[in-house]
């Protein structure tokens, strides 16, 4: 159940762009994007609900296909502060009413002078 | 936004003991808790569902009896590790949010670093 993320690692000098790709094989209700700094807690970043749905957050912005139950995030002329752990969180159309969100493995990026 | 307190940041315990992990949302209620669990450079893995008033909701290869969660009241719930053992060893990071389902932001605790000698 759990979402499969792509890439693993992606090194990146500052002012690049980069794509972190975050994908179920069950339909979703929800994507979350969350950033982890090296010991701390994740950071929400953004939830995404619909399909065709996009939202931005300073030069972090994401998309989700519902019908591909693919979501991905983009990294638009990164700054050092964007390096981390990116996790992509999903929630199933299936789940209870909780709302559990299942994480992937992660993308860590690191972000160069 | 939320806020949600864990404590302790980090404890180490001696093999064969338990420790209490405690989850607290402080500005708003949380009928619903999830507990994670995180090694190093690997992702959150989800452990159980708490729920307030009601038995906890275990994912599949999670001991229960090992992991015992409590959450007795809208604001706590509590993760027991018993009888640690050094495989315990981990980052335990509790969420909640304040509205139920999987529309709105899950807010987590800062975290416990579990190491058992």
């Known amino acids: 159940q759990q979402p499969v993320q792509s890439p693993q690692a992606v090194i990146l000098r500052e002012g690049e762009d980069a794509v972190i790709n975050c994908s179920s094989s069950?339909?979703?209700?929800?994507v979350h994007w969350y950033r982890q700094k090296h010991g701390e807690a994740p950071v929400f970043l953004m939830i995404l609900l619909k399909g065709g749905e996009q939202k931005g957050h300073d030069k972090i912005s994401a998309s989700f296909n519902e019908k591909k139950q693919q979501s991905s995030l983009y990294l638009t002329a990164s700054q050092l502060s964007y390096s981390g752990t990116y996790f992509c969180?999903?929630?199933?159309?299936?789940?209870?009413?909780?709302?559990?969100?299942?994480f992937g493995a992660g993308t860590q990026v690191v972000v160069t002078p | 936004g939320a806020v949600v307190s864990q404590h302790p940041s980090r404890v180490i315990c001696k093999s064969g003991t338990s420790v209490k992990i405690e989850c607290r949302s402080l500005d708003f209620q949380a009928t619903t808790m999830f507990w994670y669990r995180q090694f190093p450079k690997k992702s959150l893995m989800l452990m159980a569902t708490s729920n307030e008033g009601s038995k906890a909701t275990y994912e599949q290869g999670v001991e229960k009896d090992k992991f015992l969660i409590n959450h007795a009241s809208l604001t706590l719930s509590t993760l027991t590790v018993t009888s640690a053992h050094p495989e315990d060893s981990s980052f335990y990071i509790c969420?909640?949010?304040?509205?139920?389902?999987?529309?709105?932001?899950?807010?987590f605790g800062q975290g416990t670093r579990l190491t058992v000698v």
């Open positions: 969180g999903t929630v199933l159309m299936t789940t209870d009413s909780w709302g559990k969100l299942q």
């Open positions: 069950k339909a979703l209700y929800s």
């Open positions: 969420s909640a949010r304040d509205r139920a389902g999987g529309n709105t932001e899950a807010f």
